[in-house]
């Protein structure tokens, strides 16, 4: 059955608990994080897979037997690799589920004890290894069979988001109307040891990035999605359902639907409609504007430019190599970033939107090899103004889209420690805060991933009578794991991905090199923290020092980590 509609509840994590994972993660990577652990190695059960928009590093898999859109207590879980592969990574032939598998290992293992007919294994969260940002939205794939004793290999891509609703003929004509055949379903699209199917990518981007801005549109007008108990972390399934159906029943090329704003409109309202029956079955009363018809045009018309800007930075004649892909993907990326933090009056969307679209070429391929390096920025790209001027000369464009020169790789970081803090002590009397934490890295100098342990302090709305806001913390140790991301020779990288656990939730984020800055006369090394459409930036006075003896309690950690606002 096809719905939204969801009955049972989902342990949420505590208030302390996000608050804490606030404080190390600036949030955490998705939504809708869950209690409990992966599949743990008692299931008997394992089944591989790779999630790919581009390939999703430490994205959450999981099996939903019910088909309702969100991951219920009793559905097995893992999470992906750096490579985007849960369960067996053929790159490196490791078995996340082999009986002697690590701890570390063992979080990429998916395993199920039971059999299932028609389920649907979906992902969501992680990062996106094409663009280094944070992945928005959800994919899925259906599966007819499920079953235990068996291998179940499954690819998860936004073509197989497309066809999940859809039954076997329906899907095979889908396809042929998209001039795609079944073997493209289980096409790994962006792989890094070949030549990128640019046809595939493009279509997928198109796909998935206009599902993005609808369904966040969709998230910022119902506010219980993904944050109250029982119900999916966004609407993106159910856009897909709807936009499947258009386009089985429109004679338009792909293009032409997706650039259609009436269209889009319709599935969007199609799928609010959905979300409006969840609110009822839950009793949530529906916002203000719920009967504002209006409320999509924005979004609609911002969408409907995707396909024609897809078109100009990954277009279907040219072959690319990945590192040429990851441009045009990561501009593209930025205009999505741009739309979906859009506010009242910023016309910066349509600079956007134009100059990928009309701008000169050479211009526009400037900006695209810019954005092709280890130093790309994308969230930077995506604060630009997009001023005529911006993109004129090489440098000028090298200005708008990289890391600055002070912004080093992280390499050798185990046996390392990091302490961060944000610098801002709120206000007194009852607003002060004092946000600190200290990561320490486990592992050789050589190791490019491994486990670390932090202390984490979170103290945010407190007043300076010592009482704390709700949620807070004067220091809390938690476990997880890091490895650098996306990197050519794999020793060295701007990024860190970050998956903790704490009170039993899992929790990922990625961590950002993002050059120096001065404060009272005290050079401090800036780190940037994303979170999907938002990120923040912390700062290190000291950056990397070894690690001496490792806390052993929060107890410890509230010693190492004092007061800074003297409460």
């Not at 309202?269 to 018809?293: G, H, M, R």
């Not at 490895?483 to 990625?510: E, R």
């Not at 001496?548 to 980590?561: D, F, H, I, M, Y």
Request: proline share 3%.
């Amino acid at each position: 059955m096809n719905s939204l509609i969801f009955s049972k509840s989902v342990n949420l994590p505590t208030k302390l608990s996000v608050a804490i994972t606030i404080a190390m993660l600036s949030a955490c990577g998705g939504s809708g994080q869950d209690e409990g652990v992966a599949a743990t190695q008692a299931q008997k059960q394992s089944f591989a897979g790779l999630a790919i928009d581009g390939h999703l590093a430490r994205a959450k898999v999981y099996i939903d037997s019910d088909n309702n859109g969100t991951r219920d207590a009793w559905e097995p879980y893992a999470f992906t690799d750096n490579d985007g592969y849960y369960s067996f990574n053929p790159n490196t032939l490791k078995d996340y589920c082999a009986d002697n598998a690590s701890k570390e290992d063992a979080q990429y293992c998916l395993r199920t004890e039971r059999s299932y007919d028609n389920a649907v294994i979906r992902t969501e969260g992680g990062y996106d290894a094409l663009t280094g940002e944070p992945f928005a939205g959800q994919m899925s794939r259906r599966l007819n069979s499920v079953t235990a004793g068996s291998n179940n290999a499954s690819l998860v891509s936004p073509l197989t988001s497309l066809t999940a609703s859809l039954s076997e003929d329906e899907t095979a004509a889908l396809l042929k109307k998209l001039d795609l055949k079944k073997s493209d379903l289980d096409s790994d699209y962006a792989n890094s040891s070949g030549e990128v199917n640019n046809k595939l990518l493009n279509i997928a981007l198109k796909l998935h990035k206009s599902v993005t801005l609808l369904s966040d549109r969709l998230g910022d007008n119902y506010a219980a999605l993904g944050n109250e108990a029982g119900t999916p972390a966004d609407a993106s399934f159910k856009i897909y359902e709807h936009l499947a159906n258009e386009i089985k029943a429109s004679d338009k090329p792909l293009d032409e639907i997706l650039a259609d704003t009436s269209l889009l409109k319709r599935v969007a309202q199609q799928t609010e409609n959905d979300v409006k029956a969840l609110y009822d079955f839950k009793k949530i009363a529906l916002p203000e504007n719920a009967s504002d018809t209006t409320k999509f045009d924005r979004v609609v018309d911002s969408a409907s430019n995707l396909p024609a800007v897809v078109n100009e930075l990954i277009p279907n004649d040219k072959t690319f190599t990945l590192q040429e892909a990851q441009g045009g993907a990561r501009a593209l990326e930025a205009l999505v970033i741009k739309s979906i933090k859009e506010g009242p009056n910023d016309a910066t969307v349509d600079a956007a939107i134009d100059f990928l679209r009309n701008g000169s070429d050479d211009a526009r391929q400037n900006l695209v090899d810019s954005l092709s390096g280890d130093k790309a920025d994308v969230s930077l790209l995506a604060d630009n103004s997009f001023a005529a001027d911006n993109f004129v000369t090489p440098e000028n464009t090298a200005t708008a889209t990289q890391l600055p020169a002070t912004a080093t790789t992280f390499s050798g970081i185990g046996g390392n420690q990091l302490r961060v803090a944000d610098t801002d002590a709120g206000q007194a009397p009852n607003k002060l805060r004092d946000i600190e934490f200290e990561v320490y890295f486990n592992g050789d100098a050589q190791a490019t991933s491994g486990s670390l342990n932090a202390c984490a302090k979170y103290v945010k709305d407190a007043k300076a009578d010592g009482t704390l806001g709700k949620g807070n913390s004067r220091g809390e140790l938690i476990g997880g794991y890091w490895s650098l991301m996306n990197t050519d020779d794999k020793k060295s990288s701007y990024s860190i991905l970050l998956t903790f656990s704490f009170l039993g939730a899992n929790y990922q984020a990625i961590m950002k090199s993002a050059g120096t800055t001065d404060i009272n006369g005290v050079t401090y090394q800036q780190l940037r923290f994303d979170n999907n459409d938002d990120y923040r930036i912390w700062n290190s006075e000291k950056g990397m020092q070894l690690t001496g003896n490792l806390p052993a309690s929060s107890a410890e950690c509230q010693t190492r980590l004092p007061s800074r606002i003297g409460i």
